[in-house]
């Protein structure tokens, strides 16, 4: 970083592409065509410096070290804190709970807000296109409490029915958790009419942002949820981190989710009191490497700028979409109004799986599966489907690629 | 492409476009599901086994072309077969897939078509899943996963 140059305006594809050293290679003698973007995207060398740089020079514990490492750790890992805030738009920067990601921070807010919100008769809403880590932790929480889970269904374009959905809103309704963009579908969800609609029956708003921080720009305050997630293997960062949003009254009422080192202000035997936010939902080392990644990953995102991989991301999904809704035997699933650059697709007579091995020996890496998502799979009357899902580093040459793959695949099963 | 035509060789396609004995049977004496979580897919075994013989084998649900081929080749290959010899196929079947060593086609006969599935590790389990199910099944078990 720092070293590329782009010319102001122009979206210079090659110029990202020679930041990710993993796409300089060939599979099965075949160049590498990555659109496996929605499971987790490829790494910037930015990136990987900031994490082999850590371990190189200033690895040390953080937040108790008397020592000048422990120091210059802190302050390094806490300057991310302040990125990750302006990031998504948070006023606070106590609002920013560093975590593993999604699975965690849903799992979270479920158990340290919804244990001790909830109780029988209360309800959850979600929608059925969720991710499996945004149903799994409430079913769990209320079958704790005695609340009950209901879903929002969606139409046969992947869009939620917002007239079931706020019909759905009740007096009872204490949670509701919705994903900004579908990893199934691609769907982008009208956010912040949902966050209005849910907030002016009171209840309080988790957004799953796993698939939305890489493509496009979240601003919290303007969205006015309680908390949103995030994912940084899926935005440039390493796996293993992401961070929670919470709005600070939510998350200071709070009880802790972990005991433990770190999130502790003092403690005896007979009472520990707990540390203030943000750390008294940090217990335990963080993965201070991986925040440091993900430090990194924000400052590329950034100069990149959102806007533009945003508009070049739509211009790969129009082509792409164009481009294989016009192959013979093709189904799209998923073709909302507005979308990401996700392409969930079924081919007749051949099964996903067949055509995911199939691009896979043309260097075409898709997904091939339920992605986590087994209702939408239901929904759809589908096992299955194959998902190209794209980054900002994808080419139309990539898109050819996968166009001629899937022609390959019909010529096999013929 | 070469290796994915020692994959889907022509026998295993049409077995995947049409298997044999694929229907629900109502007088099973013993019957299984199999689940493979990673892709979602998802077969019912079906057997009739009386006087120490596979009278009848039948299965049903959706899966790929590998899974589907060999469910198809497993009822073929054990229709009219003792326990024994069943036991032993699906010993030499699990082998072809996950041991070290060469297939044995003595022992496999028409099943050695899915040894090609052994350079294709991610898609061992779709092949193994009806292998799987029919151990369950013979054992008593409802219900089995590839996980
Ligand atoms: C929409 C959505 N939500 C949640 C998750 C889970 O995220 P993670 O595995 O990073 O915790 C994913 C990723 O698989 C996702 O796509």
Partial sequence: ?414 | MSELRDLYQEVVLDHGRHPHNFRHMDEASHQSVGFNPLCGDKLTLFLRYEDDVVQDVSFQGSGCAISTASASLLTDAIKGKSRAEVEELIAAFLDMLTAESPPDPERLGKLAVLSGVRDFPVRVKCATLSWRTLEAALGGTDEVTTE
Avoid at chain 1, 140 to 155: D, F
Avoid at chain 1, 301 to 329: F, M, S
């Fill in chain 1, 1 to 414: 970083m720092g070293t590329r140059m782009m010319p102001v305006g122009a979206y210079d594809v090659e110029a990202v592409r020679r930041d990710f050293p993993i796409l300089r290679q060939q599979v099965y003698g075949k160049p590498l065509a990555y659109l496996d973007n929605a499971a987790t995207t490829q790494k910037p060398q930015g990136v990987i410096d900031a994490v082999s740089e850590y371990y190189a020079r200033s690895n040390a514990n953080i937040h108790r070290g008397v020592h000048f490492l422990s120091e210059q750790a802190t302050a390094a890992y806490e300057a991310v804190r302040d990125k990750a805030r302006a990031f998504v738009g948070a006023a606070d920067r106590s609002e920013i709970i560093f975590l593993r990601g999604t699975t965690e921070a849903v799992n979270l807010v479920a158990q340290a807000y919804g244990r001790s919100n909830l109780g029988p008769g209360d309800e959850v809403l979600i929608t059925t296109m969720e991710h499996h880590s945004n149903i799994v932790p409430w079913q769990i929480l209320c079958e704790q409490t005695g609340a009950a889970l209901r879903v929002a269904p969606i139409n046969d374009d992947g869009e939620v029915i917002l007239e079931e959905y706020e019909r759905l809103l009740r007096e009872r309704t204490r949670i509701v958790g919705i994903t900004h963009i579908s990893n199934s579908l691609g769907t982008i969800n009208p956010v912040r009419e949902m966050i209005a609609m849910a907030r002016r029956h009171g209840a309080t708003v988790l957004v799953d942002g796993a698939q939305a921080t890489a493509h496009t720009r979240v601003d919290v305050g303007a969205l006015d949820c309680d908390f949103y997630t995030v994912s940084g293997h899926k935005m440039l960062a390493p796996t293993g981190v992401g961070f929670l949003y919470g709005r600070r009254q939510i998350l200071d009422a709070m009880p802790p989710y972990q005991g433990g080192g770190d999130m502790i202000a003092s403690v005896s035997f007979e009472k520990t009191t707990y540390n203030r936010l943000p750390q008294k939902f940090e217990a335990g080392t963080p993965h201070i490497a991986g925040v440091l990644g993900l430090g990194a990953a924000i400052d590329y995102l950034q100069e990149v700028g959102l806007e533009r991989v945003a508009a070049h991301e739509e211009d790969l999904l129009d082509y792409a979409t164009q481009k294989i809704a016009a192959i013979p035997g093709v189904r799209l699933v998923g073709t909302a109004q507005r979308k990401a650059a996700i392409v969930g697709f079924t081919l007749e007579q051949v099964h996903p799986h067949d055509v995911g091995t199939i691009l896979d020996r043309e260097g075409v890496a898709v997904r091939a599966g339920h992605h986590c998502a087994q209702p939408v799979m239901e929904r759809f009357g589908v096992a299955a489907t194959v998902r190209a899902s794209f980054a900002l580093y994808n080419t139309r040459e990539e898109v050819d690629a996968l166009e001629r793959a899937i022609l390959k695949v019909r010529e096999f099963f013929a």
